[in-house]
Each structure stands twice: as structure tokens, then as C-alpha cells.
């Protein structure tokens, strides 16, 4: 069985910029262009591609909810399906849905899978047993199709939180039935979920080819049991074939299933492998900071090889202050994902449409966007919009 991590779909972005040798060198992605290059230069409209890409994150993408008003639902019962409260990377938003359905009066209980996919069958019906409207989930409908075809029968709203509907093969080999019933609004159709899912990936590939030059030799970190990330690494690949002078070295598959330490040696072994790698794919904040952080810090290679990874946690930016195995993330606000999908649901409970969510993001590297401290920084109090549009203060 597969072994999951959550990723939210936006926070899937990821992006990176060159570390330099010498402390004093600045890196080297810039939204202008660089001198032009003979030889196997990569042609000049992936290049343009590239530093717009950089310029437009640069600026930041962040945009408010919809502040419409949408009267919260009472009296509600919800439970919020978590594939492993250990992993900030899921925690961080689960957390916040349940923040947000107090916020509605909701009464609201996390189940953890404990990244054990075998137990995803039993979880839902275990949220069936406890009589919920609603379930939030950020387990793959194919891990549990009969469950969650029980519980829609029985009139329970399913939302996916970094999930994808039955309708996706990834898990199952096949296409099924859709048992989710409503969708955050995110601003693209949930049947180009997955066109949508790669082109985020291919926004990292962007990043870095500017970073380069176009002379990006890459390592790139997977977890092909996560669907999420098995399109936004297709994706990712197939824009770094278009960079003529780039190379990917090798996809290595770091699994949520592993102890740090296996997976840090992983890392370790494929650096070892190519002491040609400039530049290190991360697919997800956990990774980096569980494994390819440490193993490259501990190479000693960390002021040679670009990092590009995250979705800009915490700890993401305390690694890129301090120079320690990540140099740029794309920055995301993952507890607004939360509060947003306990939108859509509440919108469902009222026979209406989910409401635009927002979101954005923002490009952060040591000289860009990073605030002496703390989090990703930006100007929209998500929470207060939704409280107002809700009614609940």
C-alpha cells in the first residue's frame, strides 16, 4: 500500500535560487536577463519564460478571500481526516480547518491516519460512526472508495483538502465514481485538477533554469505514492526538457514511510553519485527539512548546490537565514487552505456555490521577501474576512 504525505495543491509550488561558494556572492536568480551563451544555450523563449516567472513571484501573487457574506451554518458535526498529524506539512492545515470550524460554532474531530493507508477505510467509516455532516479529507478517495461512497449515500458533504476524487487513476489504476461533493474554489476546474497540479511543478523547473542560467544538473526528490506529487514532478520534468542546457541527473524517492535517517542517506548516496549536481529538487517542506537539508549540510556541499523546495514554513525560512541546505521556497500561507476548504463546506451546507478562496503565494530567497523572522509574511487577515463573512465576529 501507499504511504502518503499531505500537500496542499497550492503549497505544491516550490522554487529555488543559487547558493553561492562565497558569503558575500548574491545569488544569481534575477528577473533580468543574463548575458546570452553559445554552445548549448537553451533557446530564448524558455529563457524569457523563466525570468518572468521569477519576476512575477518576486512580487507575490497573494489576493483575499471573498468577502461576501455567506451566513454560517449551525449546529454542525465535522470530522477532519488527517494522513499523519506528525508532518507540519498536513498538521498545519488540518489544524487550521479545525480552528475554522470552531470558529463556526461546529463541533469538529481530527482523525489521524498515522500515514498507515491500509487504515484509510476505517477512519472514514469511524467519521460515519460518530454522525458528521460533514468530512474533510486529505486521504485520495481510491484509498477508500466503498467508505466514502458509504458516507455520501448516508448525505454527508465530503471536501478534499490536498485529496483527489475517485475519478483520479493515480491510486486505484482506474477511473471510478466521484464520492467527493463540494471543492474549494481555487479558480481552476476540478477536471484539470491534474493539467493544473503539473504546471505547478513546472513553475519550480522555471525558477531554477533562471537561477542557472539554463545550466541547471539536477537532483530531484519524489514520493510517487503521494499524488500530488507524482504531477507536480511529471510536470516539473517536462519543463526542465525544454531547457536545452539543464539536465535532471536522477529522481530519487524519498517515502513518508521511511525514518529520517533512511531517507537522509538517500540523499546523501545520490549527492555521492553526482558531485556534478548544481541544484536539489525538493518535492515537499518535510523533505527538506528532514532529509536533504541535513544530508547536504553534512556533505559540506550546501554553499554549492541550489535548493529549491518547501512551501514555506517556519522552518523553511530559518533554513534559508541561516544558510542550512535551503536557499529559496515559494511562500504560502497553509493555514488559510484550511480555513478555506471549512468554507466551501459551510457554503455547501447552504445550497451555495464555494466562494473565490484567494490564496497566492510569494518567492522568498535570503534577499527577497524574507522577514527577519517568523512566517511568510502578507497584508490579508484571512481569518477576520471569513469571521465577518460567516457572521461569527
Given at each position: 500500500m ?6 496542499l495543491a ?10 553561492c561558494k562565497?558569503e558575500?556572492?548574491k545569488?544569481?536568480?534575477s528577473?533580468?536577463?543574463g548575458?546570452?551563451?553559445?554552445g548549448?544555450a ?11 516567472t521569477?519576476a512575477?513571484l ?5 489576493r ?10 449551525k ?5 477532519i ?6 508532518a507540519?506539512s498536513t498538521?498545519?492545515?488540518?489544524n487550521a ?20 493507508p491500509r ?7 469511524e ?5 458528521v ?10 484509498y477508500a472508495?466503498d467508505a466514502?461512497?458509504?458516507a ?13 476524487d475517485c475519478?483520479d487513476p493515480?491510486?486505484a489504476?482506474a477511473?471510478?465514481?466521484s464520492?467527493?461533493t463540494?471543492?474549494v474554489?481555487?479558480?481552476v476546474?476540478q477536471v484539470d485538477n ?6 505547478t ?12 542560467n539554463?545550466?541547471a544538473k539536477?537532483l ?15 510536470g ?9 542546457g ?10 513518508s514511510?521511511?525514518a529520517?535517517a533512511a531517507?537522509?542517506?538517500k540523499?546523501s ?14 518535492s ?5 527539512q528532514?532529509?536533504?537539508?541535513p544530508?547536504?549540510?553534512a ?21 534559508i537565514?541561516t ?11 497553509t493555514?488559510w ?6 468554507d466551501?463546506v459551510?457554503?455547501?451546507?447552504n445550497?451555495e ?13 535570503k534577499?527577497?521577501n524574507?522577514?527577519p523572522s517568523?512566517?511568510?509574511?502578507h497584508?490579508?487577515?484571512f ?5 465577518k463573512a460567516?457572521g461569527v465576529?
Amino acid at each position: 500500500m501507499r504511504t502518503l504525505v499531505a500537500l496542499l495543491a497550492v503549497a505544491g509550488l516550490v522554487a529555488g535560487t543559487a547558493a553561492c561558494k562565497e558569503e558575500s556572492d548574491k545569488p544569481t536568480v534575477s528577473a533580468s536577463p543574463g548575458a546570452p551563451r553559445s554552445g548549448s544555450a537553451p533557446p530564448v523563449d524558455i529563457m524569457t519564460e523563466a525570468r518572468d516567472t521569477v519576476a512575477l513571484l518576486y512580487k507575490g501573487t497573494f489576493r483575499p478571500p471573498d468577502s461576501g457574506t455567506r451566513i454560517a451554518a449551525k449546529g454542525k458535526k465535522l470530522a477532519i481526516l488527517s494522513l499523519g498529524q506528525a508532518a507540519p506539512s498536513t498538521a498545519t492545515p488540518v489544524n487550521a480547518a479545525a480552528e475554522a470550524g470552531q470558529a463556526l460554532g461546529w463541533s469538529v474531530h481530527i482523525l489521524d491516519l498515522e500515514f498507515d493507508p491500509r487504515r484509510a477505510p476505517g477512519l472514514v467509516r469511524e467519521a460515519i460512526a460518530l454522525g458528521v455532516d460533514a468530512i474533510i479529507t486529505t486521504i485520495d478517495c481510491g484509498y477508500a472508495s466503498d467508505a466514502f461512497a458509504e458516507a455520501k449515500a448516508k448525505g454527508i458533504l465530503i471536501a478534499p483538502l490536498a485529496a483527489f476524487d475517485c475519478t483520479d487513476p493515480t491510486v486505484a489504476g482506474a477511473v471510478g465514481p466521484s464520492q467527493f461533493t463540494t471543492f474549494v474554489n481555487y479558480g481552476v476546474s476540478q477536471v484539470d485538477n491534474a493539467r493544473y497540479m503539473a504546471s505547478t511543478g513546472a513553475i519550480a523547473a522555471s525558477v531554477l533554469i533562471a537561477a542557472t542560467n539554463g545550466t541547471a544538473k539536477v537532483l530531484a526528490f519524489t514520493d510517487p505514492t503521494v499524488t500530488i506529487l507524482s504531477y507536480t514532478h511529471a510536470g516539473f520534468l517536462a519543463q526542465m526538457a525544454r531547457c536545452a542546457g539543464c539536465t535532471v541527473l536522477e529522481t530519487v524517492n524519498l517515502l513518508s514511510s521511511e525514518a529520517p535517517a533512511a531517507s537522509q542517506a538517500k540523499v546523501s548516496e545520490a549527492l555521492a553519485r553526482h558531485p556534478e549536481a548544481n541544484a536539489i529538487r525538493s518535492s515537499h517542506s518535510s523533505a527538506t527539512q528532514l532529509s536533504i537539508a541535513p544530508a547536504l549540510v553534512a556533505s559540506g556541499r550546501q554553499h554549492d548546490v541550489l535548493v529549491i523546495g518547501g512551501e514555506g514554513g517556519d522552518r523553511d525560512l530559518d533554513l534559508i537565514r541561516t544558510k542550512q541546505g535551503l536557499n529559496l521556497t515559494l511562500g504560502t500561507d497553509t493555514a488559510w487552505f484550511g480555513w478555506a476548504v471549512v468554507d466551501a463546506v459551510n457554503s455547501a451546507f447552504n445550497g451555495e456555490q464555494p466562494r473565490p478562496a484567494g490564496l497566492g503565494s510569494v518567492l522568498i530567497d535570503k534577499d527577497h521577501n524574507l522577514p527577519p523572522s517568523g512566517p511568510t509574511q502578507h497584508n490579508i487577515n484571512f481569518k477576520s474576512i471569513y469571521r465577518k463573512a460567516w457572521g461569527v465576529g
